[in-house]
């Protein structure tokens, strides 16, 4: 069984705002609140082995950490076009975002968003504990910077992603048309 790690900088940050005008964010406090009212939800910066909350397909709201556990390392994105075995007994999850980052060769940070402010990056989770994010290969304008970006549910099929719908649908569909603002 061959598994690639990726490692580095694909899709290794992203960013939420926690706006009080994007309804799913506010779904998000109302159940985190109920279900885990111990659990802070912060407007930032997040990275890899951070506690952050995804949706799952109970429509449930459940924090995880960034990175799946394999051997002495945390896997944080797994290519969509190889999914090995590492994941067989994983679940499909959306990891609702503001935007993501990907790094220029020359470190220029490139911030990319859509027009309504949320991306719903595709996902796996395992054991109610861990998640990783399902990355795809970049279309324009993230391939000018990077090979490979998240793979992205448009907010009108997430309960299609859920429910268990063909996954190569979602890996090669084109997604929303993304804003890259330099930062």
Known sequence: ??????EGFMCGRFFVEYDEDQEIFLAIKKIMGKQHPDFELKSGDVFPSQI????????EVLPLKWG???????IINARSEGLS??????????IPASGFYEW?????????TNEKGILYMAGLF?????FVILTREAIQP????????PVLVQSDECKAWLGGENARYFFHKTPEILIDQMR
């Open 85 to 94: 075995l590492l994941f067989a007994d994983c679940r499909r999850c959306l």
């Open 52 to 59: 952050f909350p995804v949706i799952t397909g109970k429509n």
């Open 142 to 149: 993230i391939a000018e910077i990077h090979d490979r970006m």
């Open 68 to 74: 799946i556990p394999f051997r002495k390392k945390a």
């Open 1 to 6: 069984m061959q598994i690639t790690l990726t």
């Open 126 to 130: 395992k054991n109610e504990e861990s």
């Open 104 to 112: 220029s060769k020359n470190k220029e940070r490139h911030f990319y």
